[in-house]
């Protein structure tokens, strides 16, 4: 089933969704990129744990037909009266804090593997407030600034912290930022909107060899038609986080209803 929308999908951005999400653009991205570098170039793919708190669904307990009771083993009766418990009226999911297996993408030269790029998605422990979460990944970047490599920075999730810079951002649902050796501090950054295509966005590799290509655009739909989030995507409710602004949510709820996902 073809994604329906022209860039990035904001259901995707659901909590319970988003590790497999991630997981399967970090695998379009590589291969992608591995398919346009010049001999002396590898693309890696290289695991990081983070801890997320997400909604875990419950375990179905199967609850048989028919009971075989051993009498002997149940408590004597008081011959009091036998208090009725009443069962809870709602039952929800807890959010739990769990492992979650991330991952960046490095281009690194062959056999020396140096660091020239490297590349990340976002993920909600990139973008969570704290010490262990934005502060955390802010002073990675500090790392690379002060390194010889290049940054690329994907920020498909609208909610939580953007990675910092010396001036506030226009209003967008997404971002793309590149920091170049040769041009640190400054950054190229790509506003992405809910309602247009994703242009092609430079990977840079170390002069004088030429940026290569990432269409971002075509992994976001390729990993969408693969992993077939069009059965998973309830598409009447609205997307999470709950926050699109009126003028966008009007626009996506008149898109669906005009691609055929809501009636």
Same mark, same amino acid.
């Given at each position: 089933?073809? =994604?329906? %929308?022209? /860039?990035?999908?904001?259901?995707?951005?659901?909590?319970?969704?988003?590790?497999?999400?991630?997981?399967?653009?970090?695998?379009?991205?590589?291969?992608?990129?591995? #398919? @346009?570098?010049?001999? /002396?170039?590898?693309?890696?793919?290289?695991?990081?744990?983070? %801890?997320? #708190?997400?909604?875990?669904? =419950?375990? &179905?307990?199967?609850?048989?037909?028919?009971?075989?009771?051993?009498?002997? *083993?149940? =408590?004597?009766?008081? !011959? !009091?009266?036998?208090?009725?418990?009443?069962?809870?009226?709602?039952?929800?999911?807890? *959010?739990?804090?769990?492992?979650?297996?991330?991952?960046?993408?490095?281009?690194?030269?062959?056999?020396?593997?140096?660091?020239?790029?490297?590349?990340?998605?976002? #993920?909600? +422990?990139? @973008?969570?407030?704290?010490?262990? !979460?934005?502060?955390?990944?802010? $002073? @990675?970047?500090?790392?690379? %600034?002060?390194?010889?490599?290049?940054?690329?920075?994907?920020?498909?999730?609208?909610? /939580?912290?953007?990675?910092? *810079? +010396?001036?506030?951002?226009?209003?967008?649902?997404? %971002?793309?930022?590149?920091?170049?050796?040769? $041009?640190?501090?400054?950054?190229?950054?790509?506003?992405?909107?809910?309602?247009?295509?994703? $242009?092609?966005?430079?990977?840079?590799?170390?002069?004088?060899?030429?940026?290569?290509?990432?269409?971002? !655009?075509?992994?976001?739909?390729?990993?969408?038609? &693969?992993?077939?989030?069009?059965?998973?995507?309830?598409?009447?409710?609205?997307?999470?986080?709950?926050?699109?602004?009126?003028?966008?949510?009007?626009? *996506?709820?008149?898109?669906?209803?005009?691609? /055929?996902?809501?009636?």
């Amino acid at each position: 089933m073809e =994604p329906p %929308f022209p /860039g990035m999908d904001p259901y995707l951005e659901e909590p319970s969704l988003w590790p497999d999400v991630h997981h399967r653009l970090i695998t379009m991205i590589c291969d992608q990129i591995q #398919s @346009k570098l010049i001999p /002396g170039y590898r693309a890696v793919i290289t695991p990081y744990i983070a %801890f997320e #708190s997400i909604a875990v669904a =419950p375990v &179905r307990r199967a609850v048989p037909d028919v009971a075989v009771v051993d009498h002997a *083993l149940l =408590p004597p009766s008081s !011959g !009091g009266t036998v208090a009725v418990m009443a069962e809870a009226p709602l039952t929800l999911p807890a *959010l739990m804090t769990v492992p979650v297996e991330y991952a960046r993408i490095e281009i690194r030269t062959v056999r020396d593997q140096v660091l020239v790029t490297d590349i990340e998605v976002l #993920s909600p +422990a990139n @973008k969570r407030p704290g010490l262990d !979460g934005a502060d955390a990944y802010e $002073q @990675k970047r500090q790392q690379i %600034f002060a390194s010889t490599a290049h940054l690329l920075e994907i920020d498909l999730l609208r909610n /939580g912290r953007r990675p910092q *810079l +010396a001036h506030p951002l226009p209003d967008a649902p997404y %971002f793309v930022f590149l920091s170049r050796v040769q $041009q640190r501090p400054r950054l190229e950054i790509w506003p992405l909107s809910l309602r247009l295509p994703i $242009q092609p966005v430079p990977v840079p590799l170390r002069p004088p060899d030429a940026d290569v290509t990432l269409d971002l !655009g075509a992994a976001i739909h390729e990993a969408y038609r &693969r992993a077939r989030y069009d059965l998973e995507i309830d598409y009447r409710e609205p997307p999470p986080p709950p926050d699109l602004p009126d003028a966008d949510a009007t626009w *996506l709820d008149t898109h669906l209803r005009e691609r /055929g996902w809501r009636a």
